[in-house]
């Protein structure tokens, strides 16, 4: 101010206005038409011209000086890789995760300084792909792209027209001009069609046994209803994805709606965010709603693991997601209960989503619901189409209200997700928190089941089991010499109070278990949470998992065979034995160990382990379990293979 000039005259202090404490000033000047000229001495300034008529109107800004992103910090070019190939396609892969931090410390080495600029550079990201070829013919090669600006890797296809022979090279930019380049050829004529492939329907088999697992190349999800937090404490839905191989992984929401695509490199977890209206736009009472998400890899022979995070400020949870090929048909609702008080602003939820048309879809509720009250009903949903669960209101009662022991029987697979909006375990237990888990269904039931006490409960941790036929005979024992059993009928539920130790639990016939976290009044940190438990019978060799954003302090419970102790990696390092503990007689010990933040793997050798990962933030807490396996015997009953199983637990353990 005092110094600027327009057209070689300085502009008088009087025409100039602070603007605020930005420690600048502005000013607004008429002008004469024609061509005008503005300078400034100690700092840079901005001007906007504006023209107005009786009819008109136009304003444009003056130039900008500006440095491209990161330019100078990324010399390191991506790494372009063939991965696969047959007749007609080249799937060719590309990497830009470079750093100088080589050896990981955040700190920049003398020797690490590549460009010498004394910054610690990372690589950009992708930002660009493009083909050449020769011969060129317009069309004859095309090329598939699937990115977001500034992925670390992304996989491109290049497939020709029939019988067309080239020579061709993918070159790939990041976003600071660093490229790579792959050469790919295509010779030969073109192989005769295959058959169409068959629309996918239902159809069960006859004859075999089918092993099914939580790996999937297609999962259709549902997320539950969790608080609707204001602007500075905000919900996010994420589905934290993972593969064993280099994969293009593609998000519709909803279903039929193309949301996102990401692509997912070997040993790494990709988050992926969800709009909020994915857990929050569920509407009681409507009987088809269109809120559910699918997710499927491009690559028809790849599959992937994919878990699900509901995280709203103080109200958060975790789930292992199934894929269509381990859904079943048959379902019991389970949840933790809630207090009457809480039921109306934070009921007990359940969604069930088709995966094929023409589904029907009959529910016999343990609980009045919103619209149909105790009454069993149908409802027919097509592929994507979903009904949402909630009670009615709970005025004048002085019970718990929950929707354990519902029945869902589809004439189809269907995908269920079951929990509380937010609650309470033990009810009336300060905090509530929301609580959701996909459903497994019975087919996939057990008749035993094991489960390592949870840290940070030094009152230990609530069970609750359901049943899906009369009569069946349970007991849960545990490790500090407490036992307890019972009889559950058909859509009967049974909770166990608060254990401490690890816990046995074998039945006569198959239920499923959930184990239940208490609020942070049992405890000086998290609130309640559930996970589903999984029956030694169902381990696998390998889990790879992640920690949750924002959540602070992670640990993961291991379960192994006994042959295992010593044997068991934790990202590729050997536990030591003496971290496990034998889970009484069973054949099988376990160990809970602290976790840092990002992505870890466990592996076994001699018999497969299971996992449960915990979360815990101040009044807040995560639990979701590993992957698993599962035996189907078509044309068996869901029970007739495992009753003489459960017995010979029973026997093994009374």
């Not at 602070?18 to 000047?29: C, H, M, R, T, V």
């Not at 590309?94 to 010498?116: A, P, R, Y």
């Not at 870890?600 to 590993?626: K, Q």
């Amino acid at each position: 101010i005092g110094n600027f000039m327009l057209d070689g005259e300085i502009v008088p202090r009087s025409s100039f206005f602070f603007i605020a404490s930005s420690g600048f000033s502005s000013a607004s000047l008429t002008i004469t038409p024609g061509t005008h000229t503005t300078k400034s001495f100690t700092a840079g300034h901005g001007i906007t011209v504006f023209g107005i008529s009786d009819d008109g109107s136009y304003g444009y800004p003056a130039g900008a000086q500006f440095e491209m992103l990161n330019q100078a910090r990324d010399n390191q070019p991506p790494i372009c890789f063939q991965i696969a190939s047959d007749d007609n396609t080249v799937l060719v892969g590309v990497t830009d995760e470079q750093t100088e931090d080589t050896n990981i410390d955040g700190i920049l080495q003398e020797s690490e300084d590549v460009n010498g600029n004394g910054i610690l550079d990372e690589d950009t990201g992708i930002g660009s792909a493009f083909l050449n070829y020769s011969p060129y013919v317009p069309g004859a090669l095309t090329l598939s792209r699937s990115f977001t600006l500034g992925d670390s890797s992304a996989i491109f296809s290049v497939t020709r027209t029939p019988n067309f022979e080239a020579v061709a090279s993918v070159v790939v930019y990041d976003l600071a001009d660093n490229f790579c380049s792959v050469e790919i050829e295509f010779r030969g004529p073109t192989p005769a069609p295959t058959p169409a492939p068959v629309p996918l329907t239902f159809s069960p088999s006859a004859v075999g046994e089918i092993e099914k697992d939580t790996a999937g190349n297609e999962f259709y999800l549902s997320f539950l209803r969790n608080f609707d937090h204001d602007l500075d404490e905000a919900n996010a839905v994420e589905l934290y994805l993972s593969s064993p191989t280099l994969a293009v992984v593609n998000v519709e929401f909803p279903v039929g709606s193309f949301y996102a695509s990401r692509t997912l490199v070997a040993g790494e977890t990709t988050v992926l965010t969800l709009p909020t209206n994915s857990s929050l736009g569920w509407v009681p009472g409507f009987f088809v709603q269109s809120n559910s998400i699918r997710v499927y890899a491009e690559q028809p022979q790849l599959e992937f693991d994919v878990y699900m995070v509901n995280y709203a400020n103080l109200t958060t949870d975790a789930s292992l997601a199934l894929p269509v090929d381990a859904l079943g048909s048959k379902y019991v609702i389970i949840d933790s209960a809630n207090s009457v008080d809480l039921v109306t602003v934070a009921p007990p939820e359940f969604v069930v989503t088709a995966v094929y048309d023409n589904t029907l879809v009959t529910i016999t509720p343990s609980e009045a619901l919103v619209t149909t009250g105790l009454d069993t009903f149908t409802v027919t949903l097509n592929r994507g189409q979903s009904y949402y669960g909630s009670p009615q209101a709970t005025f004048g009662r002085v019970d718990d209200v929950t929707l354990s022991g519902t029945i869902i029987d589809a004439t189809m697979p269907v995908a269920v997700t079951n929990g509380v909006l937010c609650g309470e375990v033990p009810t009336g237990v300060i905090y509530c928190d929301h609580v959701f888990e996909m459903a497994v269904p019975v087919e996939a039931w057990s008749t035993f089941y094991l489960a390592a006490a949870l840290p940070l409960r030094p009152l230990g941790s609530v069970y609750r089991l359901v049943a899906y036929e009369a009569g069946t005979g349970f007991s849960i024992s545990t490790t500090d010499g407490e036992s307890q059993s019972g009889t559950l009928n058909r859509g009967e539920h049974w909770d166990s109070g608060e254990l401490t130790g690890d816990i046995i639990i074998v039945a006569d016939k198959p239920v499923f278990a959930v184990q239940l976290m208490t609020g942070i009044d049992r405890a000086s940190t998290g609130d309640p949470s559930m996970v589903n438990l999984v029956s030694p019978e169902q381990f696998v060799y390998h889990h790879t998992f992640a920690t949750v954003t924002n959540i602070t302090e992670t640990y993961v419970s291991i379960i192994c065979s006994n042959e295992d102790v010593g044997n068991m990696t934790l990202d590729g390092s050997v536990i030591p034995a003496w971290q496990f503990s034998a889970i009484t007689t069973t054949g099988y010990s376990s160990a809970v160990l602290p976790i840092s933040s990002g992505t870890h793997m466990t592996e076994s050798v001699s018999a497969g382990h299971g996992i449960t990962v915990a979360g815990y933030n101040d009044d807040e807490s995560f639990l979701y379990s590993g992957g698993f396996k599962y035996i189907v015997e078509p044309g068996v009953s869901d029970f007739q293979a495992r009753v003489g199983k459960g017995k010979q637990w029973l026997g093994g353990h009374d």
